[in-house]
């Protein structure tokens, strides 16, 4: 997403190009810009000038609708009610509440999405272009615009 979002306006990259340039097969990463095409966070088209580009701004595209476009918008933690398995024979009545690990974990799973939810693609792009020394930065740009299409 990054990537896309740094994509001169109304030029499009191609999926292989996408994959190579992540190290990824090409299969994989068709699969995720295709759940993220059918969430409406990238546009993609086929063809000689085919390829994908962000559908909206980078601003305006946060991790969670990434992680939710991929994932899905199930929890990370998945409670299997292991104390029902307990030797003990205690009642069902006895487990109203979830267990204390499970509160732990779904306030955690929700602090995870706020913090995706906060965080913009347009974040990212600036804590990239502050963090990465600028070399590489212009030797990626450069690799990029001998592949971006129209």
């Keep these: 997403m990054s990537i896309l979002a740094a994509l001169p306006k109304d030029k499009r990259l191609a999926t292989r190009d996408l994959a ?4 990824v097969p090409k299969e994989y990463l068709l699969k995720a810009l295709q759940q993220l095409s059918n969430a409406g966070l990238v546009d993609g ?81 600036k804590q990239v272009e502050s963090e990465v020394p600028e070399e590489i930065l212009s030797e990626n740009r450069s690799w990029i615009e001998e592949r971006i299409k129209s």
């Design 20 to 23: 190579h340039f992540h190290g």
């Design 45 to 125: 088209s086929i063809g000689k000038s085919g390829g994908y580009k962000l559908a909206k701004p980078a601003d305006k595209i946060t991790f969670l609708d990434v992680v939710t476009a991929i994932e899905g918008n199930k929890s990370t933690f998945n409670c299997t009610e292991i104390r029902q398995n307990s030797p003990c024979k205690i009642p069902k009545s006895a487990f109203k509440k979830p267990c204390q690990v499970s509160r732990v974990m779904y306030k955690a799973d929700e602090a995870w999405r706020e913090v995706l939810r906060e965080t913009t693609i347009l974040d990212l792009v």
